[in-house]
């Protein structure tokens, strides 16, 4: 008897095999759906619809964009956790979505350790601490010096959780006060740089860059871990405060259960994509860094490790958007 139940046990799991062989064989056989948790026109909106082109040449069937924006990405990331995993629903997930929602948000409706399956971190969207033109500053260390010398006189702009996050981990490593002012959006809250509201701010690389180039507002820093390309001479806020690193990025996932054949099919595609020196200079062109993580399951533990300085900081300052 227990021979016999041995012998069906086996026969399924070699059944399980072969058909989750042939399924990656065979994937795609139709349309996948990339869904982009924004409006169209952002930079995440440009990098989905470059990726997508792509990886539908590549795989031989169409990567239809579909924008679903809201309340920080969740609104699309619950859509795509709630997906059936068979490698036709996939979404373009930031930082915010997998590493500080589950921390920003009491009763978040997906778990973004459990309810998805990684494929690669795609692309790193530069952001930097700005000023307006007139204020003394023009570096980070001018920055704390200046708001030691003048404690709670210096305040910056902050338009996203994210750039909250970053503004905050700023004061804690540096050691200063300045005062956040919220903004409703990038646009409102360069405006207010330009027009001196605001002493200092946060902004993408692609929107501060050119003002930058017209002498209009000072770039400090990037408030990611690395230069960038599109102007190497920027140094990193991390230069100043060794291990300051919370650069936006972006990401596709697909739901949980997805078939591991079908991720690393995914997975190949995405990383060819990359490579390509069209998208590159593309993206480039927009302020988005290219990368491409070196496997699935690394980028699995860049994840954990993203999430874990994350939710530090959002303790330590009790940050919470519900």
């Known amino acids: ?59 031989g069937q169409q990567v239809i964009i579909d924008n679903r924006p809201g309340a920080n990405t969740i609104i699309g990331a619950q859509f795509v956790a709630k997906s059936k995993p068979d490698g036709y629903t996939l979404l373009l997930a930031i930082d915010g979505t997998l590493v500080m929602n589950p921390f920003l948000y009491s009763k978040l409706r997906y778990d973004p350790f459990k309810d998805f399956e990684p494929i690669a971190l795609v692309a790193d969207v530069p952001s930097v601490l700005e000023a307006n033109i007139k204020v003394p500053v023009n570096s980070v260390k001018d920055v704390i010096d200046l708001a030691k010398a003048k404690p709670n006189e210096l305040n910056v702009g902050v338009s996203t959780p994210t750039s909250q996050v970053t503004a905050s981990l700023f004061n804690m490593m540096a050691g200063v006060n300045l005062t956040q002012v919220p903004y409703k959006g990038g646009t409102t809250q360069i405006t207010g740089i330009l027009a001196g509201d605001i002493q200092l701010g946060m902004e993408s690389a692609n929107v501060a860059i050119p003002l930058w180039r017209e002498n209009k507002i000072k770039i400090l820093g ?95 300052v009790g940050m919470k958007l519900d």
């Open 1 to 59: 008897m227990r021979t016999l139940i041995a012998r069906l046990l086996c026969a399924a799991a070699c059944g399980i095999l072969l058909t989750s062989t042939a399924l990656a064989q065979t994937y795609p056989t139709r349309a996948i759906t990339l869904i982009v948790p924004f409006a169209p026109g952002g930079p995440a909106d440009v990098l989905g619809r470059l990726i997508g082109q792509k990886m539908g040449e590549d795989l």
């Open 222 to 316: 990037l408030t990611g871990g690395k230069r960038i390309a599109i102007a190497p001479e920027i140094p990193t806020v991390g230069e100043t405060l060794p291990g300051f690193d919370l650069g936006i990025w972006q990401s596709v996932v697909a739901p949980a259960g997805t078939p591991k054949e079908i991720v690393a099919r995914l997975y190949a595609s995405l990383a060819k994509v990359m490579a390509s020196d069209e998208i590159k200079q593309k993206l480039v062109a927009v302020g988005i860094e290219p990368t491409i993580s070196k496997s699935p399951e690394e980028f699995g533990a860049f994840i954990k490790s993203q999430a874990a300085t994350r939710e530090k900081v959002i303790k330590a």
